[in-house]
């Protein structure tokens, strides 16, 4: 189970950081990845995290989001970083037991949050 926040509302150049929570203590074990979505439009994939393995951004967020965990806490984070309008939309985080190829492929997550919603403006 999958448990997204942080989602808020900001200015243009701001910053938030979304929190995945995961309820599994295994959760290093699974490949955790961060998608959003704007009204009419499918989910995108934003980043790619798996335990002991480098995380994959998409170029959009490339320099501005970073990826990281807090292992006590079953906790994945993002940090969001120079915020532009165009990054608004809903996030969510999705997680499946094993690598997902492609990283962004959506059919390859079969564990999906509620979502968490960015605004800037």
């Known amino acids: 189970q999958l448990l997204e926040s942080g989602g808020d509302s900001v200015e243009v150049g701001g910053s938030l950081r979304l929190s995945c929570g995961v309820s599994?203590?295994?959760?290093?074990?699974?490949?955790i990845a961060w998608f959003c979505q704007t009204p009419g439009k499918g989910r995108e994939a934003v980043a790619t995290?798996?335990?002991?393995?480098?995380?994959v951004y998409d170029d959009s967020v490339k320099g501005r989001f970073t990826a990281s965990e807090d292992n006590a806490k079953h906790t994945l984070y993002l940090q969001m970083n120079s915020l532009k309008p165009e990054d608004t939309a809903m996030y969510y985080c999705a997680a499946d037991a094993k690598a997902v190829a492609p990283w962004d492929w959506i059919g390859g997550y079969t564990s999906w949050g509620q979502g968490t919603q960015v605004t800037v403006s």
């Open positions: 995290w798996q335990y002991g393995r480098s995380t």
């Open positions: 599994s203590h295994t959760y290093r074990q699974y490949c």
